[in-house]
């Protein structure tokens, strides 16, 4: 298991335009293109593949940073984000809900993202494919 460390991030910004969005206040900070969820409480907050329970969700991606109490969107289905620079994902492979707090992605299969919520779509993009609303 590799992180998918995010160099240069952005989204497509027609696409992006497109794409469901959600609007809320991070209850925690936030970064760049990190896979975040709603809590309980409304709030967004980064999401956390290490168990198969609800902080495993995937709800959308966040493309800037926010602190606690800012507003934040989330992207859903569909949005390309230009993950890297470096040119380093597998075009058709699916990436994953890193197992940590942070939001991040991998690139093998999480215990609380088995199937994979991203695709590669080039070198450089990743597409969120599906959403989870518990963990796999």
């Known amino acids: 298991m590799t992180a998918v460390v995010s160099s240069n991030p952005g989204a497509d910004n027609i696409n992006a335009q497109k794409s469901t969005k959600v609007e809320g206040f991070a209850a925690a900070t936030i970064g760049a293109l990190v896979a975040c969820r709603v809590n309980s409480a409304?709030?967004?907050?980064?999401s956390d593949g290490t168990l198969a329970d609800a902080a495993?969700?995937?709800?959308?991606?966040?493309?800037?940073?926010?602190?606690?109490g800012e507003p934040v969107s989330i992207y859903g289905i569909g949005t390309v984000f230009q993950w890297t620079s470096a040119g380093?994902?597998?075009?058709?492979?699916?990436y994953f809900v890193l197992g940590d707090a942070a939001g991040g992605v991998d690139d093998s299969a999480t215990t609380g993202d088995s199937t994979g919520v991203f695709v590669a779509v080039s070198t450089t993009d990743l597409m969120l494919v599906k959403l989870q609303t518990v963990g796999a």
């Open 56 to 68: 495993a969700a995937v709800h959308g991606v966040s493309l800037r940073q926010a602190n606690s």
């Open 88 to 94: 380093t994902l597998t075009p058709g492979a699916a």
């Open 42 to 46: 409304g709030a967004i907050v980064p």
